[in-house]
């Protein structure tokens, strides 16, 4: 396969390889979620944005796996630097049961691992001045983590605030914060005491102009600020262990907030000395074209959750917020995954040499233009920041119809929210890949265009 020529076929799809394998693991699993009926060939080709199904498509991925896999397929330099290490058999160790070595000195071993991915992670974060990690599976651990240090360093205090269309992971602790689809968590039992107020919609409001609900309009004060009034709110910010957010909501809709809410919600922490946690499972390593979404904003975390990009689930605090208690938080397997470690060091170190923070911000910029240009009629809202992209479609069925269209052309996008397709490119996405995906993807937009206006009978007049 070579980058600079390939592009996207398609045949049929499914094919008849794809069908069965399909229906060869329905068999065996439970019902979850599948965006496609897309099966990923892990033998054949697959380079940067491109991969092989089973049946010999070749697909231009603008999803990066919902971002778990930040430098795409195959990725030349993460290769070859992953590579020259001698990797040890098994990868997997009981990670909080010893600590173990991947060579000498510590600081700089043969093979980058579990405590290197930790010193690159507050490294990234030392400008919040976060100084310790909890290495975990996924991020839905990663936040049960990030909720249980705060509830324990709150001495006591047991109310939680997280936000509309806000979306944490599956585990129950996770589930009882999330406000974006009922799906998530209809019927399943909850933490208590977690109470919810509007995510900004509009990333350019003020105070004044708000119609989100976030700013009251009588006297442009927050529902957060009123919530925790002495006189006014209803939550003692004493009880207060925390607040959760996400620096732009993921599964809520890509909704990028303002400035003035972002200012809101730091002098609201900042008043009442309520921790901050920041989940950054979608946003963090790059994605917004800089390391962490809460670069882009004026609120300083006191918690950040990281995955996907970080191959594992990494709650990133100050030690002073961790217990200071053996045992309080532990995990079996917890951060005893060292390929996963390693990978992730590694692409950290490979995100920096090859400045992709930069091409995240360019290609990103470039994407939304030319879908700007196209000047399509049934979408509107085009928003970004580095490659994490949104846009909007004027009802469900219509994201729906385009994301098939998308696909039968060979790209792969995502819908989010209730009508809006993200597009999440590799970091390393070259200018003409950007412009081969936005080519399909208008193409895709104009032709369901097309078909929505055709009359619904076939009436022949003379």
């Known amino acids: 396969m070579d980058r600079d020529t390939v592009e996207p076929q398609v045949d049929s799809f499914p094919g008849e390889k794809g069908e069965r394998w399909i229906g060869y693991h329905r068999q065996f699993a439970a019902p979850s979620t599948a965006a496609y009926e897309f099966v990923w060939d892990v033998t054949e ?8 199904d089973v049946d010999g498509n070749v697909l231009l991925d603008f999803t990066s796996h919902i971002a778990a896999a930040p430098l795409g397929y195959n990725n030349p330099v993460l290769e070859e630097k992953i590579d020259e290490f001698d990797l040890p058999t ?3 160790i009981a990670g909080q049961s010893f600590y173990s070595s991947t060579g000498w000195p510590p600081e700089s071993p043969d093979i980058p691992g579990i405590p290197q991915l930790m010193d690159r992670l507050t490294d990234l974060t030392s400008d919040y001045g976060l100084d310790t990690v909890f290495l975990s599976n996924t991020g839905a651990e990663a936040v049960e983590n990030a909720i249980k240090i705060c509830y324990d360093h709150g001495s ?3 109310q939680g605030i997280t936000f509309k269309g806000g979306f944490h992971g599956r585990t129950l602790g996770a589930l009882s914060l999330n406000r974006s689809k009922s799906v998530h968590r ?6 208590s005491g977690i109470h919810d107020v509007p995510y900004c919609k509009d990333r350019g409001c003020t105070p004044t102009t708000c119609d989100c609900g976030f700013f009251q309009s009588e006297d442009d004060m927050s529902l957060l600020r009123e919530m925790l009034d002495s006189k006014r709110g209803y939550v003692d910010p004493a009880d207060l262990a925390y607040i959760i957010v996400e620096p732009v ?3 809520g809709g890509y909704r990028f907030p303002s400035d003035a809410f972002a200012e809101e919600l730091h002098a609201v922490c900042e008043k009442h000395n309520i921790l901050l946690i920041v989940d950054e499972i979608q946003t963090g390593l790059g994605r917004t074209g800089e390391w962490w979404g809460s670069d882009h904003y004026p609120f300083e975390p006191d918690v950040i959750t990281s995955a996907k990009a970080s191959q594992v689930g990494a709650t990133i605090s100050r030690r002073e917020v961790f217990p ?3 045992a309080r938080i532990s995990s079996t397997w917890g951060g005893g995954d060292v390929l996963a470690a390693l990978q992730a060091a590694v692409t950290i170190d490979v995100i920096e040499e090859e400045s992709l923070l930069r091409n995240a911000r360019d290609r990103g910029e470039q994407l939304k233009d030319q879908l700007r240009e196209a000047d399509l009629d049934s979408i509107e809202n085009i928003r970004g920041k ?3 992209v949104a846009l909007d479609f004027e009802s469900k069925a219509a994201l729906e119809q385009t994301i098939r269209a998308a696909l039968d052309r060979g790209l792969l996008t995502l819908g989010c929210g209730q009508r809006s397709m993200r597009l999440l490119p590799p970091l390393d996405v070259t200018e003409r890949e950007i412009e081969l995906g936005a080519n399909l993807l208008v193409d895709a937009i104009e032709d369901t ?13 003379t």
């Open 45 to 52: 080709e697959a380079l940067g944005p491109f991969c092989t």
């Open 90 to 92: 098994p990868t997997k």
């Open 156 to 158: 006591g205090a047991r």
């Open 186 to 191: 209809r019927g399943f039992p909850e933490i």
């Open 249 to 251: 909501q993921g599964e």
């Open 324 to 326: 200071e208690e053996k």
């Open 386 to 388: 580095g490659l994490m």
């Open 449 to 461: 265009e097309a078909k929505r206006d055709l009359p619904t009978d076939s009436t022949t007049t």
